[in-house]
């Protein structure tokens, strides 16, 4: 048994993540914490104003720290379910003591401490670990998850983005002349668990943010190898990404070239989802851990559909999709 921590597990994605974890067959789940002055400290995960859905599931306490030295003799896997800063900050103690590390938020994602300074607010300071990182887009990326000691998963939108256009530019169906157009719009709990006035239920409705601004654009490109427009959006729903994504394809591109492309790279991918009709809705992914695509080619646009769940692929299960890699378990296991 591999003993993991999740740090950050009274959040959303940590609430997942704790409930994959704990079903796992290969893993032990040793502790669950949160800030030092949560006011959760002591509460169960469970608890009735927290994540009630994990009553008789996982009953196990928050406990409030930021003091992991009890821990670092016993833990082997640990989870960063924290935001930026707060991940950027404990990564290294873990990684300095031989754990390996899966980072939900953006804190590793780019190599490039300007983007920090740019887009995060703050100045990077572990330039090795920044360096050492490995990117865990988990169909892309797999060789390189399976030695990695610090794992940045993606952002949800980036994931989202990303994997339905990564087979085409592989294929070099795209005309380049074109960027391609991502509009993405993403249910609330992709804001975290804190309430904000702007974020409440009844003053969402439907709106673009960040518009040519947002973090998620420079980390797409960067990753993708190729400039786009990036536009995110927030909906009046709680959990899900849907992803329109317009680009303009070579002459002679055909619909069959677009179909043959995704299934080259995901026809043997249990959690990516390629439509040959129709195309994807939330409803087909929502609390599940899948990314579905779909497309329409008309002359020479063609529009992609991609549809995850923010919380599952697009952060916990990605997540958890990189340790079973990392340590040569199922792609899927605990996670279907
Ligand atoms: N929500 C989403 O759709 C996605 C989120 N992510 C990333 O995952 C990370 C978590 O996101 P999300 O679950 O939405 O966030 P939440 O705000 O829902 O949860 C954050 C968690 O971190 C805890 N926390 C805050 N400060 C500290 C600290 N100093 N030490 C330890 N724990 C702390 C919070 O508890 P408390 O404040 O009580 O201590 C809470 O448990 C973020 O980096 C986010 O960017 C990535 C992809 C998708
Ligand atoms: C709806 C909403 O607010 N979404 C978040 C993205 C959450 C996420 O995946 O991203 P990171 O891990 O990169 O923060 C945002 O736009 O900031």
């Excluded at 610090?150 to 169906?173: D, M, R, S, W």
């Excluded at 195309?279 to 929502?286: D, E, G, M, R």
Aim: proline share 4%; with cysteine; glycine share 6%.
């Amino acid at each position: 048994m591999l003993k993991a921590i999740v740090i950050g597990a009274s959040g959303y994605a940590g609430a997942k993540l704790a409930y994959y974890l704990n079903k796992h067959p290969h893993i032990e789940l040793i502790a669950l914490t949160v800030s030092e002055n949560s006011k959760d400290g002591g509460k169960l995960i469970s608890d009735n104003n927290l994540h009630p859905q994990l009553k008789g599931v996982i009953d196990l306490p928050l406990i409030a720290t930021s003091d992991y030295s009890s821990y670092i003799n016993d833990v082997d896997i640990v989870f960063l379910a924290t935001e930026h800063s707060v991940s950027h900050d404990i990564a290294p103690y873990f990684l300095e003591q031989g754990c390996t590390v899966f980072d939900l938020s953006g804190a590793y994602r780019v190599n490039s401490p300007e983007f920090y300074t740019d887009y995060y607010g703050f100045t990077h300071q572990h330039q090795k670990w920044l360096n050492k990182a490995v990117y865990g887009l988990a169909e892309w990326n797999y060789e390189k998850i399976k030695q990695a000691q610090l794992i940045a998963v993606p952002g949800c939108y980036p994931t989202a983005a990303q994997l339905p256009l990564k087979p085409l530019i592989e294929e070099k169906l795209l005309d380049n002349t074109q960027w391609p157009v991502i509009n993405a719009v993403s249910g609330v709990s992709g804001a975290g668990r804190k309430s904000t006035h702007n974020n409440s239920f009844c003053e969402v409705s439907l709106h673009a943010y960040g518009l040519f601004t947002h973090r998620h654009q420079p980390e797409i490109v960067k990753h993708l190898g190729q400039q786009v427009i990036f536009t995110p959006h927030l909906g009046c729903f709680k959990q899900g990404i849907h992803a329109t994504i317009t680009c303009r394809v070579k002459e002679d591109v055909t619909a069959q070239d677009i179909l043959n492309a995704l299934n080259k790279y995901y026809k043997d991918k249990p959690l990516i989802r390629v439509y040959e009709k129709d195309w994807p809705s939330l409803k087909a992914v929502v609390n599940l851990p899948y990314c579905d695509i779909g497309f329409a080619l008309k002359d020479r646009h063609l529009i992609l559909i991609s549809v995850e769940d923010n919380l599952l692929k697009g952060a916990a299960a990605q997540a958890v999709q990189c340790m079973n890699i990392r340590f040569g378990y199922e792609q899927t296991l605990s996670l279907l």
